[in-house]
């Protein structure tokens, strides 16, 4: 996919309602005041003897550059949020709302944007050091904690 054709589906989830209860659909997931959606992803790492790792990490790093650009020419400058310390709370116990926890066991920050009512957010997300680099964006109501 583009550059725009990633805007067009940040914007698409924009007008999206959210629905009263988490739906995941291929790379999609929405729930109660957010929607995620993988916009890429890299090839995975199990067979890998290193070398694959590197170029998809700049293949993956370049996406999301082009797309935290036009982002940030669209709605201006970013915030770097890092979600490391919700992880942390997280696993002490505290109740981190989605999608914040979702995104805490996957990335270490995101950049965030205001748009009228809704943070957007894009990051590069990766479940495990095997598994592949996913380029993912989102929507939300509801706050950073």
């Known amino acids: 996919m583009t550059t725009a054709e990633h805007l067009d589906t940040i914007d698409r989830l924009r007008v999206t309602a959210f ?23 890299t090839r995975d790492f199990w067979e890998d003897d290193g070398s694959g790792r590197a170029e ?49 066991n996957t990335t270490d920050h995101v950049h965030l944007w205001r748009a009228g009512e809704l943070w957007l957010l894009a990051y590069v997300a990766q479940w495990g050091t095997e598994d592949p680099y996913l380029l993912m964006a989102g929507v939300t109501v509801i706050d950073p904690p």
């Open 56 to 104: 998809a990490s700049d293949q993956i790093a370049a996406e999301y550059g082009a797309l935290t650009q036009a982002l940030a020419d669209r709605w201006g400058d970013q915030q770097v949020f890092s979600v490391t310390s919700l992880l942390d709370r997280g696993f002490e116990g505290e109740e981190i709302p989605e999608p914040w926890g979702v995104v805490s």
């Open 19 to 41: 629905p009263p209860e988490p739906v995941r659909s291929g790379g999609q997931s929405s729930g109660p005041g957010h929607h995620l959606v993988q916009l890429g992803r």
